[in-house]
């Protein structure tokens, strides 16, 4: 038996397959991103579901566990996780890797194409033909994480603040973001953005979708977001040159899965670019793409 983890900024996945890749188990929990300030912190919900999956799926014995995170770009994080879960005894083979990684096995195992994660974060990988793999974005929310959900809700919360002082346009989302954050007036949103974890300010999100229809503030957010993640896309392609065929092209996370509220938004500003590509429209789930490579390393 074979586990593999998604693990996100929003929530993890775990799957448990057998030999053959026939799923025996799926479970969900918390979030189970790497935090790049005490990365050990995620091995305790990545633990829980390995067990719970197990059990569900019957595994006396677990042979390799593959955990696909996101923020685990980073050796010395990733290294902190495996150990941890590795001290759990979980399997007896037990690797980290990006969400990004899982994600593009699941899409195009050792072939060529590009993947687009937007979910909490946002990321950006590919492969060329001749093999190399490069990445766009991915560099946090601090330095990065353009057209994610924490970048939709983080400028919701400053086109809120901008129409308060009359420095921007009126909008309709100052009522939605001041009922989900419980405050009274936009000035306390100071306080709220301070406290606020990653979470927090991509659950803004969907309020600014829900707007988009009615209010030209929250319709300019949604294209901006499309329009940042369209030239991760457009980067990887250029990088990764030359390409002898339409470049297949996946998308994966909370904002542009299949029938997500981004992904039409998305290809829209891909086609501006009139770049050659092929989508992959079956869904894309890392955690089974984890769970395959969980396989392969128990091999190799």
């Not at 297949?248 to 029938?259: C, D, E, K, T, Y």
Request: one cysteine or more; proline letters at 4%; hydrophobic letters at 50%.
């Amino acid at each position: 038996m074979f586990i593999g983890i998604d693990g996100g900024g929003t929530r993890t996945v775990a799957v448990l397959v057998d030999d053959a890749g026939r799923e025996r188990a799926r479970v969900e929990g918390a979030a189970g991103r790497v935090d790049i300030r005490a990365p050990q912190d995620a091995a305790a919900v990545l633990i829980d579901l390995a067990r719970a999956a197990a059990r569900d799926g019957g595994a006396d014995r677990v042979t390799a566990l593959c955990a696909a995170l996101a923020g685990a770009g980073r050796e010395p994080e990733r290294t902190r996780v495996e150990d941890a879960l590795r001290a759990a005894g979980l399997a007896a083979v037990t690797t980290v890797v990006t969400d990004a990684e899982a994600a593009m096995c699941d899409a195009f195992g050792t072939g060529p194409g590009i993947l687009l994660i937007a979910g909490t974060g946002s990321i950006a990988w590919g492969r060329g033909e001749d093999g190399r793999v490069a990445r766009t974005g991915g560099w946090g929310h601090l330095l990065g994480d353009e057209g994610s959900g924490y970048a939709i809700g983080l400028a919701a919360l400053r086109a809120v603040l901008r129409a308060h002082d009359g420095r921007g346009l009126p909008t309709r989302l100052e009522n939605g973001v001041l009922a989900a954050t419980r405050l009274s007036a936009p000035e306390l949103l100071v306080h709220f953005v301070v406290n606020a974890g990653k979470s927090d300010v991509a659950a803004l999100a969907p309020l600014v979708f829900a707007e988009a229809d009615q209010d030209a503030v929250a319709l300019g957010i949604i294209e901006d977001a499309a329009r940042a993640l369209a030239g991760h896309v457009a980067a990887l392609y250029t990088r990764l040159r030359p390409w002898s065929m339409p470049v297949p092209i996946a998308f994966s996370g909370g904002l542009v899965s299949n029938g997500r509220p981004l992904r039409p938004v998305v290809l829209d500003a891909l086609a501006e670019w009139e770049l050659a590509l092929a989508l992959h429209t079956a869904d894309v789930d890392p955690a089974r793409g984890a769970a395959t490579l969980a396989r392969e390393y128990a091999r190799a």
